[in-house]
């Protein structure tokens, strides 16, 4: 019975070990292979739809969601001096609706934002410590996290030249005019190679591996 026990604890004591030294190499792998960060996001270039006159929005049909073609009329502007078409600015999808139907505006005034969902791409902000192990034309795991169980393909096509606490107009001092020492992040713009099938929108949470330069 001690026997049996002492074996049952050997090969107990055998595989915490094998799982030890497995996930510490694969761990040591992942930091010599890949640049990691989960702070990253699917982005995409927002296209405003803004009155061109004032008066009052008749035919307004920009349901968010609602794919159109450029010039595609989308509601029309009932001023003093006639009418005036507001039509798609370009080809794409309707990601926000600012407007309702027979509602007055001004010139300017945004009624919503378009977006081409086939010209989406990642953001990554990465640790300024790491940017030197990214390049331009490095290929790039994805992940969406709602698509946990599908992983997209990428390439960097561009590298901020700030930090991310610049690009966000947040100085790193504080009140007292102390100099805060931390470590920035620097923004990586990542091309998606492929949807895989799946609907892409900007503002979805992304995990991104690059590999190291």
Same mark, same amino acid.
């Given at each position: 019975?001690?026997?049996?026990?002492?074996?049952?604890?050997?090969?107990?004591? &055998?595989?915490?070990?094998?799982?030890?030294?497995?996930?510490?190499?694969? =761990?040591? =792998?992942?930091?010599?292979?890949?640049?990691?960060?989960?702070?990253?996001?699917?982005?995409?270039?927002?296209?405003?739809?803004?009155?061109? %006159?004032?008066?009052?929005?008749?035919?307004?049909?920009?349901?968010?969601?609602?794919?159109?073609?450029?010039?595609?009329?989308?509601?029309?502007?009932? /001023?003093?001096?006639?009418?005036?078409?507001?039509?798609? @600015?370009?080809? %794409?999808?309707?990601? *926000?609706?600012?407007?309702?139907?027979?509602?007055?505006?001004?010139? %300017?005034?945004?009624? /919503? =934002?378009?977006?081409?969902?086939?010209?989406?791409?990642?953001?990554? #902000?990465?640790?300024?410590?790491?940017?030197?192990?990214?390049?331009?034309?490095?290929?790039? #795991? &994805?992940?969406?996290?709602?698509? @946990?169980?599908?992983?997209?393909?990428?390439?960097?096509? *561009?590298?901020?030249?700030?930090?991310?606490?610049?690009?966000? /107009?947040?100085?790193?001092?504080?009140?007292?005019?102390?100099?805060?020492?931390?470590?920035?992040?620097?923004?990586? =713009? &990542?091309?998606?190679? %492929?949807?895989?099938?799946?609907?892409?929108?900007?503002?979805?949470?992304?995990?991104?591996? &690059?590999?190291?330069?």
């Amino acid at each position: 019975m001690a026997k049996a026990r002492t074996v049952s604890l050997s090969v107990i004591g &055998i595989i915490a070990f094998l799982i030890i030294v497995i996930g510490g190499g694969w =761990y040591v =792998y992942q930091q010599q292979t890949y640049v990691s960060t989960a702070d990253a996001s699917v982005q995409g270039t927002l296209v405003p739809l803004t009155a061109p %006159g004032d008066g009052t929005l008749t035919g307004w049909h920009a349901t968010v969601g609602k794919a159109v073609n450029k010039d595609t009329l989308l509601g029309t502007i009932d /001023g003093l001096t006639g009418n005036v078409n507001l039509s798609a @600015p370009i080809t %794409g999808t309707v990601v *926000q609706n600012l407007a309702v139907d027979r509602e007055t505006v001004v010139p %300017g005034e945004p009624l /919503g =934002y378009m977006v081409d969902l086939n010209n989406l791409q990642i953001v990554a #902000n990465v640790q300024e410590t790491e940017i030197n192990n990214v390049a331009v034309g490095k290929t790039v #795991n &994805i992940t969406i996290s709602a698509y @946990p169980n599908s992983t997209f393909s990428g390439t960097v096509t *561009q590298i901020g030249s700030a930090s991310s606490v610049i690009t966000n /107009g947040i100085p790193n001092t504080s009140l007292s005019g102390t100099f805060n020492k931390q470590t920035q992040r620097v923004p990586v =713009y &990542i091309s998606i190679a %492929g949807s895989e099938g799946k609907a892409l929108m900007p503002g979805m949470s992304a995990q991104v591996s &690059i590999y190291r330069n």
